[in-house]
């Protein structure tokens, strides 16, 4: 049956673990008007209305990682500006969390620039974050490499709602853009999350120069991931200068579309974040995004070590859009 002769309420909410390469590059080659269709039709059916999650984003731990991800300012194997910089301590990670509470954020995600969790005192005050953050009444997560089993259950008793661990690209364009750590160690942490019963966060980035068969094929091995990831965050490439990446040409606005709306298509009912790489977007490839299934953004002036659109533009732009948002709760 063709999705594009159905009207939006005969329209079943169908949920796939068999996609194949060849289906998911006809999805992101199809005429736009059609991709767009159809990603409203799945997304209006599984997700009824465009109530967009606002996620704050901190970093805890800067700089001074040991992977050699060739996007990342965060690397040491990267000259970029941003160096080692002591963990923040509990009690700051808080306060940002309560102002971001206080700004409308619903989840508050927070970053470690590390190759794995080690234990001893920066995990113990990891977990005081996690139990302040949901005592704060928001939703937490974590992004912070590899864990161990237990340190996963720790992380689930500490109450984490979610863990943020991303594939980045297809496994064929994998070796260009990372040495440090295999595909399938990749794959064996997000079993670990879910086996400990965490939500998965994980998605990846564009505009490495990777092909869209790699778009395709990374598409695939997280729409075939069973359950899918409960959040998918779709990151185009900040270019951050002293990366091998700095003279990447950035990504038109309509390949990002494109990759929101596709991930829509093939994980109905998951969370798709809008995320890093916002700034090159645009307002009306932002709303473009919107309406081809993004319910997320990140909110707040900077995402890790970069920048992001500001809170009142943020506002602005989902009130051009005629979304909904919890901010407008608070006004
Ligand atoms: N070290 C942990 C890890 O790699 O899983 C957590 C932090 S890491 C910075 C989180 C994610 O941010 C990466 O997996 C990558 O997808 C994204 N990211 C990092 N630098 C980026 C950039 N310059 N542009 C777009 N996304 C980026
Ligand atoms: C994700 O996929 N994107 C966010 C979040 N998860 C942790 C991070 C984007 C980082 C962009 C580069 C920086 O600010 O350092
Ligand atoms: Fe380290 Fe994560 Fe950056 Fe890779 S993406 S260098 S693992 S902080």
Known sequence: ???????????????????????????????LV?????AQL???????????????LLSVKTGGCEEDCAYCPQSIYNSSDVTGQPELDVESVLERAKAAKAAGADRFCMGWAW?????????????????????I????????????????SLLAEAGLTSYNHNLDTSPEHYGEIISTR??????ETLNRVRLAGISLC??????????????????????????????VPINSLVAVEGTPLEGQRSVDPLEMVRMVATARILMPKSRVRLSAGREQL???????????????????DTLLTTSNPDVQADRELLAQAGVQANWEMLE
């Open 42 to 56: 799945v997304h209006r059916n599984a997700n009824p209305g465009y109530k967009v999650q606002l996620a704050s």
């Open 1 to 31: 049956m063709n999705l594009l002769d159905l009207k939006p309420k005969d329209h079943q909410v169908l949920l796939r673990h068999d996609w194949t390469k060849e289906e998911i590059q006809c999805l992101l080659e199809k005429p």
């Open 34 to 38: 059609d991709l767009l269709w159809e």
């Open 137 to 152: 009444g928001l939703e937490a997560c974590v992004t912070a490499g590899m864990l161990t089993d237990t340190q996963a």
């Open 202 to 231: 994980c998605g990846g980035i564009i505009g490495m120069g990777e092909s869209l068969g790699d778009r395709a094929s990374l598409l695939k091995v997280l729409a075939n991931l069973d359950p899918h990831p409960e959040s």
């Open 282 to 300: 645009g307002r009306e490839a932002q709303i473009l995004c919107l309406q081809a299934g993004a319910d997320s953004i990140f909110y707040g």
């Open 115 to 135: 190759r794995e969790i080690r234990d001893g005192a920066p995990f113990q005050a990891m977990l005081e974050m996690v139990r302040g953050v949901r005592d």
């Open 182 to 187: 295999t595909y399938e160690e990749r794959l």
